[in-house]
């Protein structure tokens, strides 16, 4: 079952533009979490973000949550083609688990 | 630092064969984690262990089992692997359950099953 749905589903932008993706959710949650994954390899945790905060920045990321629209959406800033992969977010879920979204792809063109 | 090593990188099986895939990290962390990634879906929880000496059925386990070895190792095996089952493996660790935690991934287990 999918508790986060990202959006779009693939964005393709040129290199030194912003990306934004979105995450929305259908139940409440305690955190939330982004991740990338590069193409054939693990995932690689960006940012937690708890319910009471609004915002967080980590370098070129900027994270933000919207407990009343149950939807976060990611920034990076200044894109760059080590950029390209593709973004999940993960949610609380049952017995303390996280529930995983299907990701964005995104794409830097040079 | 290796973080979370797992093996092997690639597998191709045939229907009805059995294997073992291996996991360990070396960051202290007690909670680990066995997910599979097919296209287009995210990551699906098959087991996880919250501490050392326990196990639990996450949201896709038939076909399934997993053994905690120590607190470095989680190991995953495939009793008679099916064509369902050919996907990505991933293992994660976290310092401690639930969703206060980042999780830290090995770079996969791709497995085919013929």
């Known amino acids: 079952s999918q508790q986060g749905e990202e959006d779009p589903q693939a964005l393709s932008i040129q290199e030194g533009e912003n990306a934004t993706m979105n995450c929305s959710y259908k139940?409440?949650?305690?955190?939330l979490q982004w991740y990338r994954q590069n193409s054939g390899r693990g995932l690689v945790h960006l940012i937690l973000?708890?319910?009471n905060e609004r915002e967080k920045h980590s370098g070129r990321l900027r994270v933000t949550l919207d407990t009343s629209k149950k939807s976060s959406s990611l920034l990076i800033t200044a894109s760059r083609a080590a950029d390209t992969a593709s973004y999940f977010c993960?949610?609380?879920?049952?017995?303390?688990?996280?529930?995983w979204g299907a990701g964005t792809k995104l794409i830097i063109k040079p | 630092n290796a973080g979370v090593t797992q093996t092997p990188k690639f597998q191709v099986l045939k229907t009805g064969q059995s294997m073992t895939l291996q996991c360990a990290q070396d960051?202290?962390?007690?909670?680990m984690y066995w997910y599979r990634q097919d296209p287009g879906m995210g990551l699906r929880l098959i087991y996880y262990?919250?501490?050392?000496?326990?196990?639990d059925k996450g949201e896709v386990p038939n076909g399934y089992n997993v053994s905690r070895l120590n607190k470095r190792e989680f190991s995953l095996r495939l009793e008679s692997a099916a064509p369902s089952q050919t996907s990505v493996y991933f293992c994660?660790?976290?310092?401690?359950?639930?969703?206060?935690?980042?999780?830290?991934f090995g770079s996969g287990t791709r497995l085919t099953v013929v």
């Open positions: 139940t409440s949650i305690n955190n």
């Open positions: 262990s919250a501490s050392e000496g326990t196990t």
């Open positions: 973000i708890r319910s």
């Open positions: 960051m202290n962390h007690n909670s």
């Open positions: 994660a660790s976290s310092l401690l359950t639930g969703p206060n935690y980042g999780y830290t």
């Open positions: 993960a949610t609380d879920g049952s017995n303390y688990q996280l529930i």
